[in-house]
């Protein structure tokens, strides 16, 4: 009966020891996977779709006859541009804010196809600023005397809502990112990782190179990244730069903002006038500005491109392609501008959303936030789809990511053999193998007692 006992007690004992194993390396492998580095899916283009209430959905309900546009005031309120009462009140009841205005969106862009069909003069750029309701033309220092008469009447004759300014500098793509690439044509920056599903890409500035630039990693040559596939430059302002392996690999979802740190982009939209914007690049860094005008025209020396982002962020050569991004939203990549990071300047950037659905990509973006914007996503974008509904001056980047050590850091082992990850569950793993040893040890000796207490017997 006593050694009947013993055995039940033995087996209990190896059994329990077998599930604390099982159970102390599960618990070190879910420690492991919890503090892996989120994977990466793709979103389709965007990812902030006007909700009910916001000012592009008021613009659509309300039409461009009688609305002018939309921007989030220093308050992070809504506000939109109404040309009659009857307007502005549905724009209250909304919950936004309404300005009652002279011209209509329809007689803002009557203005710029007017100026689009004068005689093209590089140097030139023009937006429709939606706070003034006027057409803003620009012109820099390369600009003569001659033409700036010429596009003077020009603006006289579509009335007094086109205002005319001189600006410092001169307009010109940036090209000399976030990550700097660099091919024969000159050095760019890398903008935002997307994929057709098949095969991954970098989206850059389009005059940043022609189709078929190869572009590396480095000055000397040696660390190859790929080959531009696509370019649309002038016109637009974006290129897709193929991976040579096929692969944007650990850190797709992450943009770089110097010294070892990067932001993590959790989605793709449009901008709204008014709000905060970041930009990182090669050159400068990591500055910030506000959105100044949409859909803007800038006839570059090397020919026009239309339909961009206006911003007074800072840029300088070598930043062209970088990412424009708030809140961790893929909004634009660097086209160019004027001045300069020491004294300011205004700078354009080539809509991502448009970008994307040109060339047929998404972005790529962590699993996470894939997940959560699949619920909701729609499959284009909205005209100017607001956001980020909060104040611009609490406006931030998105959530900060280390840009080194991705792949090392990332694998299974490597977390498995972090100390903050195993501490419980190699205690529970210790233990049990602790009582393994014990059952196996009290057996052997129970065993070597009764082989004597029987050759005891047998002998004597």
């Given at each position: 009966?006593?050694?009947?006992?013993?055995?039940?007690?033995?087996?209990?004992?190896?059994?329990?020891?077998?599930?604390?194993?099982?159970?102390?390396?599960?618990?070190?492998?879910?420690?492991?996977?919890?503090?892996?580095?989120?994977?990466?899916?793709?979103?389709?283009?965007?990812?902030?779709?006007?909700?009910?209430?916001?000012?592009?959905?008021?613009?659509?309900?309300?039409?461009?006859?009688?609305?002018?546009?939309?921007?989030?005031?220093?308050?992070?309120?809504?506000?939109?541009?109404?040309?009659?009462?009857?307007?502005?009140?549905?724009?209250?009841?909304?919950?936004?804010?309404?300005?009652?205005?002279?011209?209509?969106?329809?007689?803002?862009?009557?203005?710029?196809?007017?100026?689009?069909?004068?005689?093209?003069?590089?140097?030139?750029?023009?937006?429709?600023?939606?706070?003034?309701?006027?057409?803003?033309?620009?012109?820099?220092?390369?600009?003569?005397?001659?033409?700036?008469?010429?596009?003077?009447?020009?603006?006289?004759?579509?009335?007094?809502?086109?205002?005319?300014?001189?600006?410092?500098?001169?307009?010109?793509?940036?090209?000399?990112?976030?990550?700097?690439?660099?091919?024969?044509?000159?050095?760019?920056?890398?903008?935002?990782?997307?994929?057709?599903?098949?095969?991954?890409?970098?989206?850059?500035?389009?005059?940043?190179?022609?189709?078929?630039?190869?572009?590396?990693?480095?000055?000397?040559?040696?660390?190859?990244?790929?080959?531009?596939?696509?370019?649309?430059?002038?016109?637009?302002?974006?290129?897709?730069?193929?991976?040579?392996?096929?692969?944007?690999?650990?850190?797709?979802?992450?943009?770089?903002?110097?010294?070892?740190?990067?932001?993590?982009?959790?989605?793709?939209?449009?901008?709204?006038?008014?709000?905060?914007?970041?930009?990182?690049?090669?050159?400068?860094?990591?500055?910030d500005g506000e959105?100044?005008?949409?859909?803007?025209?800038?006839?570059?020396?090397?020919?026009?491109?239309?339909?961009?982002?206006?911003?007074?962020?800072?840029?300088?050569?070598?930043?062209?392609?970088?990412?424009?991004?708030?809140?961790?939203?893929?909004?634009?990549?660097t086209s160019g501008?004027?001045?300069?990071?020491?004294?300011?300047?205004?700078?354009?950037?080539?809509?991502?959303?448009?970008?994307?659905?040109?060339?047929?990509?998404?972005?790529?973006?962590?699993?996470?936030?894939?997940?959560?914007?699949?619920?909701?996503?729609?499959p284009a974008p909205?005209?100017?789809?607001?956001?980020?509904?909060?104040?611009?001056?609490?406006?931030?980047?998105?959530?900060?990511?280390?840009?080194?050590?991705?792949?090392?850091?990332?694998?299974?082992?490597?977390?498995?053999?972090?100390?903050?990850?195993?501490?419980?569950?190699?205690?529970?793993?210790?233990?049990?193998?602790?009582?393994?040893?014990?059952?196996?040890?009290?057996?052997?000796?129970?065993?070597?007692?009764?082989?004597?207490?029987?050759?005891?017997?047998?002998?004597?």
């Amino acid at each position: 009966m006593r050694h009947a006992r013993r055995r039940i007690v033995r087996r209990v004992t190896r059994l329990a020891a077998v599930g604390g194993l099982l159970l102390g390396g599960a618990m070190v492998t879910q420690a492991a996977m919890a503090s892996e580095t989120p994977g990466t899916s793709a979103v389709p283009f965007s990812s902030t779709d006007a909700a009910p209430g916001t000012g592009a959905s008021l613009i659509s309900e309300l039409g461009t006859a009688r609305t002018a546009g939309t921007w989030v005031g220093a308050d992070g309120k809504t506000v939109v541009a109404v040309t009659d009462e009857k307007a502005a009140a549905a724009v209250e009841q909304a919950g936004a804010e309404a300005k009652m205005v002279g011209h209509s969106m329809n007689e803002l862009k009557a203005a710029t196809a007017t100026l689009r069909s004068a005689p093209r003069v590089a140097g030139t750029a023009w937006v429709m600023d939606y706070k003034t309701n006027q057409v803003v033309v620009q012109a820099d220092s390369t600009v003569s005397a001659t033409d700036w008469s010429d596009m003077t009447k020009v603006a006289s004759g579509i009335g007094s809502y086109v205002r005319m300014e001189r600006t410092k500098g001169t307009f010109t793509t940036r090209v000399n990112g976030a990550v700097p690439i660099l091919s024969t044509g000159g050095r760019c920056s890398a903008g935002f990782n997307v994929t057709n599903g098949q095969s991954d890409f970098i989206l850059t500035a389009g005059h940043c190179g022609p189709t078929g630039s190869v572009w590396f990693a480095d000055n000397r040559g040696t660390q190859e990244l790929g080959k531009t596939v696509q370019q649309n430059f002038p016109g637009s302002d974006f290129s897709l730069v193929q991976y040579d392996s096929g692969t944007a690999g650990q850190g797709a979802d992450i943009v770089a903002i110097g010294n070892g740190n990067g932001v993590r982009i959790t989605g793709v939209g449009d901008p709204a006038v008014g709000e905060r914007v970041f930009r990182s690049g090669s050159t400068s860094g990591l500055h910030d500005g506000e959105v100044k005008g949409l859909d803007a025209t800038v006839n570059y020396p090397e020919g026009t491109v239309t339909g961009l982002i206006e911003t007074n962020v800072c840029a300088e050569p070598g930043d062209s392609g970088g990412p424009l991004f708030s809140e961790g939203i893929a909004l634009g990549v660097t086209s160019g501008g004027s001045g300069d990071c020491t004294s300011g300047g205004t700078t354009f950037f080539q809509p991502v959303t448009k970008a994307m659905q040109a060339l047929g990509v998404q972005l790529i973006v962590s699993k996470q936030a894939a997940a959560g914007q699949n619920a909701s996503q729609s499959p284009a974008p909205s005209d100017s789809a607001t956001h980020s509904a909060i104040a611009p001056n609490t406006t931030t980047p998105g959530s900060s990511a280390p840009t080194s050590g991705l792949a090392s850091g990332s694998t299974l082992l490597a977390r498995l053999t972090d100390p903050r990850n195993i501490g419980p569950g190699m205690l529970v793993i210790g233990g049990s193998l602790l009582a393994l040893v014990a059952t196996r040890y009290i057996r052997a000796e129970q065993d070597r007692k009764e082989y004597r207490r029987y050759y005891s017997a047998t002998w004597g």
